[in-house]
């Protein structure tokens, strides 16, 4: 089995290796390629990642290169974790919309949309070249934001599925309040990328009990306080929000707290820099703990199993994916990307039945999805209007003085990605 990570000089990849190594009974793999143009990242996460191989004894190749279409040439899966303009266009997207009032972030709102704008093209031209050198490989996007991102390319025909660690992260942490195996839990996670609820926690699967009231009345405390919500939202709800959430249930809170800090994106750059210089050391062979700072918990437990579902191996049967809805949520529409429970194997993923979703989240979920419409038009077809209609239609922004004030920012600071700019 050969993998290819597009991306591959990411300060995440070793995380990914380790994933690989670990658990390679459920997904055997041969040749790993590591494909970057960044030689000054790439040189030192590669010998990283070969130590990683070597003390845990995988018999697997890794390689690395600049070539996309020799990487990509005869893979079984293509892993898509880019970066378009590195943490400093990262930076931009966390700084410029505080100055309009209105949350900063990389993956939603304006800067996320900035993020959409920049990446899709991208995305986009890597999926033809791996469909015209190696068109039964399957694409695996990790890169953000992963919604928009999953639905250009299954628009655009590509064998494409997307996949964020959000889901497993709370499988983890609430099968640790339970004492209970994280296999045991089955979510009942809905929405969309980066905004979704837990609407249920079975035990022993999708028909299992339903454990969420008990969950929230013994440990609610604890989940608030991860979440950074109050107690009582999460009892009145009745269910657990994405952290993401938080952006749109106390906005101006977060955007207070974030004009009083230094952006996400400088401790993340500080703390690649520190990464990258441990790579560096010859001695070291495996995933140094600095890394868990990084974000991305449980991300290569999450890759391995759904590529390992995905190419026949031993994967779980059920795994929170993004792929379209196709009627799952009915008040989407079909070629919506929605982010559910399914049953995923080699012929790709089938969403399982979703309960009629509470009003107060189907209404959130079906504005963000029409954002998500305008935002894609603005990523394939460019224009500033149709940036400005994007960003109207975004919770997080909707009023036209601040769309208006937006677009000109989103554009004077993405001007260099941004070819109909």
């Not at 070793?14 to 658990?23: C, K, M, S, T």
Request: aromatic letters at 6%; one cysteine or more; proline letters at 6%.
């Amino acid at each position: 089995m050969k993998l290819t990570v597009v991306g591959g000089g990411s300060t995440y990849t070793p995380e990914l290796v380790d994933g690989f190594a670990r658990l390679r009974d459920t997904l055997p793999v041969e040749e790993l390629v590591l494909v970057d143009p960044a030689a000054d990242r790439l040189e030192p996460v590669g010998a990283l990642a070969r130590r990683i191989f070597a003390k845990q004894g995988h018999p697997g190749r890794i390689t690395t290169t600049a070539d996309l279409d020799a990487g990509v040439d005869g893979a079984d899966a293509v892993l898509l974790q880019l970066r378009v303009g590195g943490q400093a266009a990262r930076e931009q997207d966390e700084t410029w919309p505080l100055e309009c009032g209105c949350v900063g972030q990389e993956t939603t709102g304006a800067g996320g949309l900035a993020k959409a704008l920049r990446t899709v093209p991208v995305v986009l031209d890597i999926a033809e070249r791996v469909r015209r050198t190696n068109p039964g490989a399957w694409i695996i996007d990790f890169t953000n934001p992963v919604g928009i991102v999953t639905r250009a390319l299954l628009q655009a025909g590509h064998k494409a599925i997307g996949l964020c660690n959000v889901a497993i992260g709370l499988q983890r942490k609430f099968a640790a309040l339970l004492g209970v195996a994280p296999s045991d839990l089955h979510l009942g996670h809905v929405g969309l990328n980066h905004l979704t609820w837990e609407t249920a926690v079975r035990l022993g699967g999708p028909d299992g009990a339903d454990v969420l009231p008990a969950l929230l009345a013994e440990h609610g405390e604890a989940i608030a306080a991860d979440l950074r919500l109050p107690r009582p939202l999460l009892d009145r709800l009745g269910v657990v929000p994405s952290y993401y959430l938080r952006y749109f249930y106390a906005h101006d809170e977060v955007v207070r707290e974030l004009r009083t800090k230094p952006s996400r994106a400088a401790e993340v750059a500080a703390m690649e820099r520190e990464l990258l210089a441990m790579y560096a050391d010859p001695a070291l062979d495996e995933k140094p703990e600095l890394l868990a700072r990084r974000g991305g918990a449980y991300y290569s437990e999450a890759a391995v199993d759904l590529a390992a579902a995905l190419l026949g191996g031993a994967g779980s049967p059920y795994q929170v994916v993004n792929t379209l809805n196709n009627g799952t949520l009915p008040f989407l529409p079909a070629d919506a990307v929605i982010e559910v429970q399914a049953a995923v194997g080699p012929k790709g993923a089938a969403p399982l039945p979703v309960a009629p979703l509470d009003p107060l989240y189907a209404g959130l979920t079906a504005n963000v999805t029409a954002y998500e419409d305008l935002a894609l038009a603005a990523a394939l077809h460019g224009g500033r209007d149709r940036v400005f209609r994007a960003l109207l239609a975004h919770p997080l922004v909707g009023q036209y003085a601040y769309a208006e004030t937006l677009t000109d920012r989103l554009i004077a600071h993405n001007r260099e990605h941004l070819a109909w700019a």
